[in-house]
């Protein structure tokens, strides 16, 4: 734990303006908290700037990933006393059809105009001086990117952390054709906490007798027949992502789809923040790019290596980083304290010097804001996963280690694209094939999926969850028949992998698939996954095949995502694969390993192979798939690879102004 930062005083009971009905333009009211310094006097005091969030997970709840003073899990109206005292206006709200939020929950749908109304209503207020910063994790940074596509009046700055969607077709909801299935374990879980189950005790009773883990054995569910029927509700939400597979009007919807508003966003100081294991690392990649295009306002990029939200967590999954992988005392005293200063700089107009409070050398607390300006403030911080022991650490996991690193750019400059290239007998190198007609044939069995083991997903509980493990069986995981044996064992997961590299190796950047495919079925899907191959050890002697990042294709969309298309049996065709950006350094004796298979259960939905949307299929079909490693058809990965040596450590007291 860090110590508590100095530089936010203990914070004096804030006065609340409780429960006010904010009128959406539709006549709906939304449940709104208004907090203020004490004895403020709104309309004689001078107004001030204000910071928002609007949250679907209660304006009052605990935010499980708030940590004041070395405890984890704050309530909201805490987080806003610290901020209050340092003479904000913080407001917090709920969602449509959340807690105290009169309405109808579309999830995400309508959170652009809302929000939209709501800066509209502050701008409104006594308390407001007309500048607005909005902040949020996850489904909070979902609604701040909404009303920001509508450029609302007032919004001057954003911090976005883990959320924000740039194309939830391609991220957050699908990912190339194929449904994540965290939609259903978080409509699940959610539904319980819904209006209707709330006031109602028999909903309530309904969900909890329903066992989530059994219905993921019965897929696809069916409306009216799913662990979701006693709340319409979000059972019909549900089911409209899960059908709408092919990338129409519905999937440009504002908060849904930034990429197409891009130009509507104002041109506004932007911290993005996620990490390697979270769900939503497409999304701030694409939000970077889409930010930073013909622009002049500060992006700012921080990549960790946690799960979705887990900013001081040492590990995601098994795999271990180490104590430099915190938030808290390797970027800046603490989350709260960086927020402070991205608020101060951007709303108060306060120098970058003074505005870098809680920013100091060696992660120290700051005794108070200082004259000068902080000595760097890179545009990307980005953890870079591995280089650890690969031992067993003293909690029982796996020591991959990392430390961060800075760059000016995103991709980074010093990385350079580089194909691997995949061949028949299982080599993956830099050497294009030569031998004709080379190819590996396997059966997917819709009815055997490959289990998900970690990975870059979160709300996927209590039926999977995220991170780094070792790619073995283990009875952890949904879905696994053989305990024990590794995933390479199996005949439907094909491996290609280097020999053991000669220096170390660090991969940084998007990573692209491209794979020349062939199907005797009308559709199936490809998948690929990226692993860092441990040699041996005495913790590990079988070795240790760490998964990075993984990606899908539904092979339904090869011509286009606006349409499906069925394959012809037999007929070669060329896909790319984008499994998330990645970021982690292979020692030297380690291996680059690339698997191919055709699922990943219960991550994302299963393909039936028989041409039928995987939403109401019954009809399932063992599919003969082939991956073709030939001279006239070369498959391969490209990653984006540079040299330890050329990359630039972060200083511990690289803090943003």
């Known amino acids: 734990m860090t110590a508590p930062d100095a530089s936010i005083p203990a914070p004096a009971a804030a006065h609340v303006l409780a429960d006010q009905r904010v009128r959406m333009r539709d006549g709906i009211h939304l449940a709104t908290d208004v907090h203020l310094p004490a004895g403020y006097r709104p309309g004689v005091d001078a107004p001030l700037p ?7 997970y209660g304006k009052t709840e605990v935010s499980r990933s708030e940590q004041i ?3 984890l899990g704050v309530p909201r109206p805490e987080v806003a006393r610290h901020l209050v005292a ?4 913080v407001v917090f709200q709920d969602c449509r059809g959340r807690y105290g939020s009169e309405g109808h929950f579309t999830k995400y749908l309508s959170e652009g105009p809302d929000g939209f109304d709501t800066l509209a209503w502050i701008m409104q207020q006594p308390w407001c001086n007309g500048r607005i910063g909005t902040m949020g994790l996850s489904y909070a940074a979902h609604t701040q990117m909404a009303l920001a596509c509508l450029n609302p009046p007032g919004l001057a700055c954003m911090v976005l952390d883990s959320g924000g969607f740039s194309n939830g077709y391609q991220c957050g909801i699908r990912q190339s054709g194929a449904f994540e299935l965290k939609q259903a374990t978080w409509a699940y879980k959610q539904a319980k906490l819904s209006p209707a189950a709330q006031q109602d005790p028999l909903v309530l009773a309904a969900l909890e007798a329903e066992d989530i883990r059994q219905w993921f054995t019965r897929m696809p569910w069916r409306p009216g027949h799913s662990p979701l029927a006693s709340v319409p509700e979000y059972e019909d939400y549900l089911f409209e992502q899960w059908r709408a597979d092919t990338f129409d009007d519905s999937w440009r919807q504002l908060g849904i789809y930034a990429q197409g508003y891009y130009d509507a966003i104002p041109d506004i100081p932007v911290a993005l923040m996620s990490s390697w294991y979270d769900a939503y690392v497409r999304t701030t990649m694409e939000n970077y790019d889409g930010l930073t295009q013909g622009r002049q306002s500060p992006v700012r990029l921080i990549m960790g290596p946690w799960l979705h939200g887990d900013r001081n967590t040492v590990h995601s999954g098994d795999a271990d980083f180490g104590p430099r992988a915190t938030f808290d005392g390797n970027l800046a005293s603490d989350w709260l304290a960086f927020r402070l200063a991205w608020f101060q700089r951007w709303l108060q107009d306060a120098p970058a010097g003074q505005a870098q409070a809680g920013m100091t050398q060696q992660g120290e607390a700051s005794q108070g804001p200082t004259s000068s300006p902080p000595a760097h403030d890179p545009v990307a911080r980005l953890f870079l996963m591995g280089g650890g022991s690969g031992t067993r650490n003293a909690a029982g996991r796996f020591d991959h280690g990392g430390a961060w690193i800075q760059a000016d750019a995103w991709p980074l400059r010093e990385a350079r694209p580089t194909a691997f290239h995949l061949h028949a007998d ?3 190198d830099t050497q294009p094939p030569t031998v004709p007609d080379a190819r590996i044939t396997y059966q997917y069995d819709p009815r055997n999926p490959v289990p998900t083991l970690g990975g870059a997903l979160t709300s996927g509980q209590p039926v999977f969850e995220g991170g780094g493990f070792d790619q073995r069986e283990d009875p952890r995981f949904f879905g696994v028949r053989q305990p024990g044996l590794p995933l390479a064992s199996r005949d439907d997961v094909v491996v290609f992998q ?6 170390d190796l660090a991969v940084i950047g998007p990573v692209t698939v491209t794979l020349h495919i062939s199907s005797d079925c009308p559709d199936t899907d490809f998948t690929a996954k990226l ?3 441990y040699p041996p050890s005495a913790d590990y002697p079988q070795g240790y095949a760490l998964n990075l990042t993984d990606g899908i294709f539904r092979c339904r969309f090869h011509q286009s995502w606006n349409q499906a298309n069925a394959l012809t049996p037999g007929k070669v065709y060329e896909i790319m694969i984008e499994p998330f950006a990645t970021c982690n350094l292979f020692k030297r004796g380690h291996r680059i390993r690339l698997d191919i298979s055709s699922s990943n259960f219960p991550k994302y939905d299963v393909n039936p192979n028989s041409g039928e949307s995987a939403a109401d299929a019954r009809e399932k079909r063992i599919a003969l798939n082939t991956v073709h490693a030939s001279a006239a058809y070369p498959s391969r990965v490209t990653l984006c690879v540079a040299s330890p040596q050329d990359l ?6 690289a803090a943003p102004g």
């Open 498 to 503: 280097t020999a053991p590299l000669d220096q």
């Open 50 to 56: 204000v910071i928002l969030e609007r949250t679907p």
């Open 69 to 71: 003073g070395g405890k």
């Open 426 to 428: 299982g080599r993956l």
């Open 86 to 89: 340092h003479g904000f206006a």
């Open 648 to 653: 630039t450590p972060l200083p511990a007291s």
């Open 531 to 533: 692993v860092d191959v």
